[in-house]
């Protein structure tokens, strides 16, 4: 019967039924205690991750956006309950990396502060997005070879994808994930915030995750 009910639940839609603001961190030194399975949102500085956060939780300004690239300096801490998977983590928005008209010192007080979260902060996964339009920067191959050589799971979200015509969108993904050598057991998720395509696909990934913190400390136990 538990089985089958489990099996049920999952065929049920995902959902954010919960999604609050928690702090703004300009160190790890503030970030809050890790209490609940963590996952990074990481990507260019111009390539929508404030809007894909929105698009997922259903709320128009939970992570601020703006017109202006390179506006997220700071780590963004965002409490989500997803149901019917009854999973509760922290979605961690990470300051935008490769933004040009920033200042040296302040894209080497940004470099610094993200470097110092992602090899200290015992993360649960990786939301890595790419902009669909576009080959994978030299920076987006770097945060790439990091995920990797830490051995992160990752979903990777290819975004804007609506800027694309039809007959591109599937080039335009294997190319990405040629770039990035995304092995085909990993999510390589389209979304279009416009469209609002791919939510279902990335709060999947994003459960199976925080789910598998659960498992592993249930082992532990």
């Known amino acids: 019967m538990l089985k089958k009910e489990e099996a049920s639940k999952r065929k049920e839609a995902y959902r954010v039924v919960e999604a609050e603001f928690v702090i703004s961190a300009p160190t790890l030194r503030q970030c809050p205690p890790p209490d609940l399975p963590e996952i990074a949102v990481a990507g260019r500085s111009n390539v929508g ?10 709320r128009k300004n939970l ?3 703006s017109s202006t690239p390179g506006k997220t300096r700071l780590i963004n801490f965002f409490r989500l309950r997803i149901e019917p998977a009854g999973v509760q983590l922290h979605l961690v928005d990470l ?24 090899q200290k902060r015992e993360l649960q996964g990786i939301l890595h997005l790419i902009d669909s339009r576009h080959e994978p920067t030299d920076l987006d191959r770097q945060m790439r070879a990091w995920i990797v050589h830490q051995r992160l799971p990752a979903i990777t979200a290819l975004t804007k994808v609506d800027k694309l015509k039809q007959n591109a969108i599937a080039k335009s993904r294997k190319m990405i994930c040629t770039e ?10 389209l979304t279009s915030v416009l469209k609002k395509s791919g939510i ?14 659960d498992a592993d400390k249930g082992m532990l136990e």
Do not use: D
């Not at 300051?95 to 979260?117: D, H, V």
């Open 49 to 58: 991750k404030s809007s894909l956060i929105n698009m997922m939780c259903n």
């Open 63 to 65: 992570a601020k956006t």
């Open 95 to 118: 300051p935008g990396y490769g933004y040009a008209k920033a200042s040296k010192t302040l894209q080497a007080e940004w470099s610094r502060a993200l470097e110092e979260f992602l």
């Open 180 to 189: 990035l050598q995304i092995q085909n057991n990993e999510p390589c998720i």
């Open 200 to 213: 279902q696909e990335l709060l999947q990934a994003i459960v199976c995750l925080a789910e598998a913190r």
